[in-house]
């Protein structure tokens, strides 16, 4: 391509700098994004470049398919009710192994790799997270949903330079129980928490389609009201549901927009903040 | 375009935008860039961008032609010393006014309309620029040449988030006399004073050329030795002569790099600071 | 005059510097104190005193005078519309270049003549004054009024120990068009925007006269209602209806006092600020 | 106990708070003192103690048993080199998980059940311990040595009220390797980077003795020269080599004193800070 | 007494030290704690360990013995009125001497003896108590109660690390009437002005006794209402009704517990503050 | 006097301001200025004015007149040898007493009444000035000279907005024996270890004479040398020695003037800074 263009093209972003700048930004990355070595340096990448024009990135990941890698290497085998994985002492403490041992520090290293800096934290750090044990009609075990989230280790990290990577764990209020917090969940109520101006859900879907058999009918917005038309329709199936749960949670709580895309595009992310067209579906 | 070409150059400006980040950036801008109301617009969107990502960017500005236009309106007839205009004190008084009362605003307010915060001074405000009557074989009246830079107001409005926007007159010892100053030189006193990392002159030549007559034979980088020996082997001519000593004097004051760049060309600075390829010639 | 007089004067001064010590203070400067040398030198001493005694001073002035001069110098004829003259857009550029460009700036060195120290600022400068076309019966052309004031700019001069001296022209609401604003006006709206605890308007007059052709006539003091009752007996005339509008508009936007005072007594602001016996009139 | 002695006791403690606080110590925590529940209850309630006092407490921490143990599990055979296990990626891998991922937590989990506040790290985090393939003999794998450490988020987290907890492990200069460090090394490169006041190694000897098979024979006190005696003496042995080296290293590079204290004594950290009798052998 | 026990002391003192840690304890000094010297060396001891550990103390001091000592020494006679002692000028300025120049300083220099960082004011120093005279049905002349606390140079010294240590004196709010004020009374009205956690009145009982003759019968604690059944019982009697009524004020304006405690048992502030079994009356 | 002259004067006075602004200025306060009322009031009207237009005024008091008065009331005889009077525990008592008690407090007081702030100091407060007995061929019991100056409490109250007061005495190093300073040298000692700009020992002199016995031989100005060739001279005698040692002392440790004026004058100090005139002898 010839030079012109791409000094066009850079100068064109310039509005979508300016208006994310300052701004703060959670990412809940994983799927595909993570595993992909390829589409896994482009997320870096465009991270490490969002928090250079000055946005307040803020990383929160899961990262299921390596538990079970290390579950099925400790020959661990996993009891099930109703379908879901009853998570033990011995998974959670897998869990926490591997998301806050390996994949937090393993992210963090990469994002120093493509010259950005940062500082991975659990839940349990800075007492960031609290929870208790998830009410649901079944005991699910070390499972827990957030009841209280501090933000100051975050915020300190951020204003310090660095991204902070948080792995979704919490403690629980009795200052030694350990749980595992599902990862758009965690993102969400630390997106609350910050009142930051956006959430964004990097998923293994191009977002969410009106008709879901078919990727021509993306809905590009919606606001809460339409949301809950869908819900009523029908038409918000399977795990979509509590994605765009923890979108509209987020933005009940203040949070400005929340975005679902399309992780498997490469520099997804760039794509949504500095282009016209943006990507995925966004819900406001 | 395809999006994905524009992710990819945007992803491909990250480690410029980390190379330049936190770093002050002064630019002499004149010349056609200063006249052609698409170059300006460029420019403007440029600058803005610069500050926005992070650079501290101090603009210097002279306007010799807008300076001719008033002269004449006013019926001034201009006397000459061996070819250099004498510079008596309505015309100083005229330069004054269209230099800082005229070309300063008017940058400052299209910083503004490109969504930018500017602050227009001249060398007078905060005693930034002082001068003394220039050492020259022919008095030529009010031309000045700078004795000491204050920076103040300059590292002050930079912090608070203004891109300084400078016309190049000064103040004598006495606290009175006011002077004009030539504005390649201004920018290249301000650079050195404020410790820059860069110095850039927007010209109306693609930079410095091995054959003046054949543009294909740019140079696009030298060192103060070769500059010498292209000095004393008469290459150098004519204005590019001062405007390389500008360049040369604040890499002897501690400035990083100096360019001359074309400003005749759409987005030149950025294609200097944010591609591969760059432009015009680096003194360094 | 003996040592001992001298002492017993400046000690006497303490209550009145105590009293204003860290208040802010807006003086519009015009009128014969900006025309007359040994006036303006007195001024200028003044204003550097105020602020060395801990004043928070703010400068801003006009210059119809001068503009003028400039005028009648490009041979350029006004046009009349009902007895006010119409601004027409080089006549508004000239105004720009006479005020921004050469008297505010000559005000600047002045202050740095008189050991002080001062930064000139016009109302596009960090977008502090924006206004819109004056709603007037006839077109009057580019003539404004003030919308916003906004005083980042003013606070951080000060707070840095400079002086800020204010041409009285601003930019439009579409970031282009810049506009010529009365001086009391604009003195008045950024005594508003401030705070301030005075507003002090340098005339040719006296003071308000209950008789105007009769010099010891002088009031002193007047309140809101006061006023009120003079425009309706038609006491207040001419020229003293729209400085008086100013005064009232400050003390209605919670400026504490406002003050009409005789700029062509040598150091009236002395007097007014540090003496028993005060000048001019005062409306609270 | 009466309430007199007690008083009493917390009256004597005075002067060597007075001592400690404002001073950064850093503690090698490890051995039997990690294992033993009731052993690891008093070395948390202490270093929360030593943290609310004022001394600014770091704490570097290893965990070969407990890696010993997941090596175990995923039925990892370890290969032995000269008697020296070889790091080999999966090993490296297991070590990351263990340390940074559960220890590390379970410490910062602790010390907020006793009331305290902590931030666990890894040497990735924050780019704190940089780290190149360690130079021996033999190829060992991913153990590396220290090349540089970064001390920023040690010290913004301490001056923000935590406890650091930081577990050994390292990044390469390749930005990618991830390498084991010895933790006595670690906390003994972190307390000089610091320039620590002290390094305190928990172990489960009672300190260096005069005949090591005679527990009477506690050297309380030694010096660099004394040291180098033993150490031609043939007194230091074993595993009390590289111990020592440590301290002595820390020494060299500033820190003031060193202390080898036995972990398996209740409070032991107290009794060398509080009391007037000490434990252990001090290095200075 | 062994080490382990020592250390199990210290450790047990964790959870109260971390309780008391940035808050704010005024202590009214005086009674035999402050004649005995053995007490006083105790009392001493346990301001600056309590400052030491993170504690805002405030010591506020009488002086009466000390007073009279002088008094007699320039036979001053006193007169009585209704049994109360009449402070006349020359009472008042022996008073001033005894508490501001000698008891006061007497006290800063015992505390940098202890190793502690302590300035003497009185409440004339920074306008720190204004006072008028006390309203009563016989004219006692100097003797003031308090109608202002202005705070700023105790809470300045307390941030730079000192022991503020107050005599209890005012100035009158002509600024030249100085008044003596019951040191009790203005412990109170500084631990309101402070929104203390607590106030504490060391003094020559054990607290308040259901049966005053019997010293088992020590109440604890009390709430405001219990203090108003107790006053209307009578059980209240002579100089601890107005030791109570300072408590009461203090808590009704805010301060959170207020203490009667033992001065004559050594180290009673520690045994009240950081042990379980506490030790006086607490009204809360 | 005119209203004009008294603007004049003010106005006269502004290059003065300039210079003393920001400075420190140490002002020895001592003599009839402190005895007779009227004096006294000027002095105090003088360093609130002082303080007022940004000068960093200290004070430092003696006050042997005072504490004859008290000594005598006592009925406490003082032993002399040779000449000078011995300083016994106390004597000692009763200088504290008056100086710390007394006098300080009542001008502490007296700047408050004439709208300044101030807070008072003696030696022990904030450790500010140690001591030991003093090096003389006679034991004259509790005299000290200074040995260490910490300056802190001084500045922080300086920058808070207060007058710092201090009353000449001092701690031991014992941290216990209390020791009277001549308050010359104290004030010499302070404006030292401050590097203050100026000393002023206000005296019941004109100043240093030629002929001390014709006051109309007063020495406006002196340098170092100057002033050996006075004292071997023998022009310097008596009391007016140690004066301009103290004076001398100030200017080698880099104080850069000092002055000895006369405080019997109304006014002296406005006199020395204000007017083109001065008054006393100026060391430098």
Known sequence: MENSKKAEILAKALPYIQQHKGRTIVIKYGGSAMLDQSLKDAVINDLVLMKCVGINVVVV????????KLLKKVNKESK????????????????QMVLAGKINKDLVAMIYKNGGKAVGFCGIDGNMLQAKKIDSADDLG???????????????????????????????????TVYNINADTAASSIASALGAEKLILLTDVAGILADPSD??????QLDLEEISVLSSNGILKGGMIPKVKCCSDAIKAGVNRSHIIDGRVQHSLLLELFT????????K
């Open 61 to 68: 990941h899961g990262g299921g398919p390596e538990i079970n």
């Open 215 to 220: 990727s021509f009918t993306l809905i590009s």
């Open 142 to 176: 070390f499972v827990g949903e957030i009841t209280k989230v501090t933000t100051d280790i975050i915020i300190n990290s951020t204003n310090a330079g660095y991204i902070p990577v948080i792995s979704s764990i919490a403690l629980g209020e009795d200052m030694e």
């Open 276 to 283: 016209d067209e943006g990507i995925g579906t966004m819900i």
């Open 80 to 95: 099930f009710i109703n379908g879901l994985r009853y998570t033990d002492k011995e998974t959670m403490d897998i869990a």
